[in-house]
């Protein structure tokens, strides 16, 4: 099964349902997200760690085509999937970069070929992922890393043993690149591993939270993303239990 979120978008309920009753043979029903219009896609995909789209073409507001746009520039890395009832737009559509084109009503056997296609794009190589430091390159495992980070400016990779690499990418791109390895936005100047945290604590008055990380450091968590935090270990598999602190 595909255990990350994928956003469907798609102005006609009806056909959404067949194409989501497809999905729901290779994605659990809880990671699959709706927009039947650009406006909810969008926010969306700004608000959710999303790592797989399917675009409808023919659309009122914005096509399809218009939203792999949007991808390309806003969200670039993350794959999608073209889905149309005519399948003369297949030409037109490999204008763009996407991962497959499909026509609706999907085909439960041939949609599992797309997703072979996924997992195989998005497999890390070797589990690791290169910083170039100067002319060479350092392979970091990314279960080496404590957290990733922007102060003043700079985006910064730092180690659980110490070492830390300033990057010429985004906190954004990296963002892109992580998600795929466990990691979370939970700070719009932080990404965090979510296997690595021990514990999330609210302020008195709930105005603020934060989360530890390993034994001994402390990460800002946005009020926005709080909820999303805990949405995201629950995918994990992780279950929240009622409890108080012993004194």
């Not at 998005?122 to 279960?143: C, E, F, I, M, N």
């Not at 302020?203 to 709080?226: C, H, I, N, W």
């Amino acid at each position: 099964m595909y255990d990350r979120l994928v956003l469907l978008v798609d102005d006609q309920p009806l056909a959404a349902e067949d194409s989501i009753a497809a999905l729901k043979h290779y994605v659990s029903g809880e990671q699959i997200l709706y927009a039947e219009n650009a406006e909810g896609a969008v926010r969306m995909l700004e608000e959710r760690p999303v790592s797989l789209v399917f675009l409808d073409i023919e659309m009122p507001d914005m096509s399809g085509f218009g939203l792999a746009a949007y991808l390309e520039e806003r969200h670039k890395g993350i794959p999608y999937v073209f889905l149309t009832g005519h399948a003369d737009f297949a030409a037109e559509s490999y204008e763009y970069e996407p991962i497959d084109f499909l026509t609706k009503p999907v085909d439960v056997a041939r949609l599992g070929k797309t997703f072979e296609r996924v997992e195989k794009k998005s497999a890390p190589s070797a589990g690791k992922v290169a910083v170039r430091t100067g002319q060479d390159y350092a392979l970091v495992d990314p279960k080496e890393i404590r957290y990733i980070c922007k102060e003043k400016r700079k985006i910064w990779i730092r180690l659980k043993d110490g070492r830390e690499y300033q990057v010429a990418l985004s906190l954004e791109e990296l963002e892109q690149i992580f998600c795929d390895y466990g990691f979370f936005r939970c700070h719009q100047s932080f990404l965090i591993p979510l296997g690595d945290i021990r514990q999330v604590s609210a302020s008195m008055f709930g105005q603020t939270y934060e989360a530890v990380l390993g034994e001994d450091t402390t990460v800002p968590v946005s009020r926005s993303k709080y909820a999303k935090l805990k949405e995201e270990l629950k995918l994990l598999g992780i279950p929240f239990v009622k409890g108080v602190v012993s004194k």
